[in-house]
């Protein structure tokens, strides 16, 4: 694949009208969404040419992380020290903070995602159930569980990153993400999300699924 087939899959994303509590912070309506659409093009461009064999998807952005950076598990000190381990992210790589990161704390749980993700060496694609934020509404500074129909919403995109890259297994981070995949008809592993006290279960569940050839 190119990447003109990841400039189409993020103005589709881009595009879809989101309900309300269900901020869209890739819409070209808005002008600092540029940066984050930049960003997400940059990690499925470096992605690309890594040629991951798997997808994790989880739930949904965080306040703090995705929906800041427009990039999955991530949050704003990734981009401002050196590459990750696995040779992501970092300055100099042409990801751009927006300006509304200044004053926002980084989100734990990206940081213990690529925590993890280096010590069991493995560098899958990233994604969520929900790929925008969902808040409680009139309180965007929140995050809120997406519903099933927000989940649904968002099927069409991690089944067109399977197209993209050459993807062979699926694998649930937690439990919205299993259920969402499970109604697209999906019969997929889940496994542990890291976040609130579930970085142990989150490495186990990965370093049992490459034990049984599930991934590699």
Same mark, same amino acid.
């Given at each position: 694949m190119t990447s003109s087939s990841i400039e189409d899959f993020i103005d589709r994303l881009a595009a879809v009208k989101t309900p309300p509590g269900c901020n869209n912070f890739f819409d070209h309506s808005v002008p600092a969404n540029a940066l984050r659409r930049q960003n997400l093009a940059a990690y499925l461009g470096d992605m690309l040419e890594r040629e991951p064999r798997?997808?994790?998807?989880?739930?949904?952005?965080?306040?703090?992380?995705?929906?800041?950076?427009?990039?999955?598990?991530?949050?704003?000190?990734m981009f401002q020290g050196p590459a990750n381990s696995l040779g992501l992210f970092g300055s100099g790589k042409g990801y751009v903070l927006p300006p509304e990161a200044a004053g926002i704390a980084a989100e734990p749980t990206a940081t213990v995602?690529?925590?993890?993700? *280096?010590?069991?060496?493995?560098?899958?694609?990233?994604?969520?159930?929900?790929?925008?934020?969902?808040?409680?509404?009139?309180?965007?500074?929140?995050?809120?569980?997406?519903?099933?129909?927000? *989940?649904?919403?968002?099927?069409?995109?991690?089944?067109?990153?399977?197209?993209?890259f050459p993807v062979e297994a699926v694998v649930a981070v937690g439990n919205v993400a299993h259920t969402s995949l499970r109604r697209s008809g999906l019969d997929v592993p889940k496994i542990r999300h890291p976040a609130h006290g579930g970085r142990a279960l989150f490495k186990q569940g990965l370093q049992e699924l490459h034990a049984a050839g599930m991934i590699r």
């Open positions: 798997v997808l994790l998807v989880g739930e949904a952005p965080g306040f703090r992380g995705m929906r800041i950076t427009g990039v999955p598990f991530t949050n704003r000190t995602m690529w925590e993890v993700l *280096a010590e069991v060496d493995f560098l899958p694609l990233l994604w969520s159930a929900c790929p925008w934020h969902t808040h409680v509404p009139g309180k965007p500074l929140s995050n809120r569980t997406p519903t099933p129909a927000e *989940a649904a919403l968002g099927t069409p995109f991690w089944q067109a990153l399977t197209g993209i």
